[in-house]
């Protein structure tokens, strides 16, 4: 068997080769030399990870910074699209939770620049606390919130009740965000997968790791901790979803925070 096996991939060779060999002596098509390669590969390395924003409509790299522009409208169906201009993504509540109420606010588009630091730090001390608003990106272009609610930065109890069944809504500016586990891009990418990026730079990881659950005592202060991940064999800090308070961010950012501007 492994002899036909070697047999089979010589056979596979050849045949790749002969068409290759008969594709370049083909000079009546002008094709791109597929051995030249135009593009600079330590560039499109480096955005690789971030190219998985695959809500953002633009990610290049600028200085020390990658930029991901997002319009931070949700892929997945919510009851907040109700009478919107995106009505076709209206879903009512179809959640677990009976207490579920629908908040006043209606999703709307909202132009998000995401400056995040290229290769980021961790900081030993000086860490900045995350504040209310978006501290980060979800891969669907979504934003990311922290543990608490506005305005005075209270427990998000009474708002947890407001999250439509993917574990979203809008503030009152009708920006949809998450605070917790986006269970569209758990449900689709798998609860170990990467889920997007706080504004430092580390990413953010699904509430499961190596088929086992992620809890908060797994994590430090900030909510994350450092070993390899299929995205950096060689580690990285990352933060995770977990099921309880504070859920993704704890006292604030492990390293410097990029900007996200709007
Ligand atoms: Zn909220
Ligand atoms: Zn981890």
Same mark, same amino acid.
């Given at each position: ?9 010589? &056979?596979?060779?050849? &045949? ?51 930029? &991901? ?49 290229? *290769? ?6 000086? *860490? ?18 922290n543990q ?7 427990e998000l ?9 993917? *574990? ?11 605070h917790i586990e ?22 953010v990881y699904g509430p499961e790791e190596?088929?086992a659950e992620v809890t908060n005592s797994y994590l430090d202060e900030f909510h994350g901790h ?12 990352h933060y995770h979803f977990t099921d309880a308070a504070p859920y993704l961010n704890g006292d604030?950012?492990k ?8």
């Amino acid at each position: 068997m492994k002899n036909l096996g070697i047999i089979t991939s010589t &056979i596979l060779l050849m &045949i790749g080769f002969i068409s290759f060999e008969s594709c370049k002596n083909d000079d009546s098509v002008a094709m791109p030399d597929p051995l030249v390669d135009t593009t600079d590969t330590t560039t499109a390395d480096e955005l690789a990870v971030y190219k998985k924003v695959y809500g953002a409509s633009d990610i290049y790299k600028e200085g020390n910074f990658v930029v &991901i522009k997002v319009n931070s409208l949700p892929d997945h169906p919510s009851p907040y699209y109700k009478d919107t201009d995106w009505s076709d993504k209206f879903e009512g509540y179809n959640g677990t939770n009976p207490d579920f109420h629908l908040n006043p606010n209606r999703v709307t588009q909202t132009n998000y620049t995401y400056k995040f630091p290229l *290769n980021p730090v961790e900081l030993s001390s000086g *860490n900045q606390a995350t504040t209310l608003g978006t501290i980060g990106v979800a891969i669907n272009g979504v934003p990311l919130f922290n543990q608490y609610a506005g305005p005075n930065e209270q427990e998000l109890t009474n708002e947890i009740n407001s999250f439509d069944q993917y *574990n979203g809504h809008p503030q009152q500016q009708g920006v949809y965000h998450y605070h917790i586990e986006p269970l569209y891009l758990t449900a689709n990418k798998g609860k170990e997968a990467l889920m997007g990026f706080l504004l430092d730079g580390f990413p953010v990881y699904g509430p499961e790791e190596n088929g086992a659950e992620v809890t908060n005592s797994y994590l430090d202060e900030f909510h994350g901790h450092k070993h390899a991940t299929a995205d950096y064999p060689n580690g990285i800090y990352h933060y995770h979803f977990t099921d309880a308070a504070p859920y993704l961010n704890g006292d604030g950012f492990k390293g410097t925070p990029g900007t996200a501007t709007r």
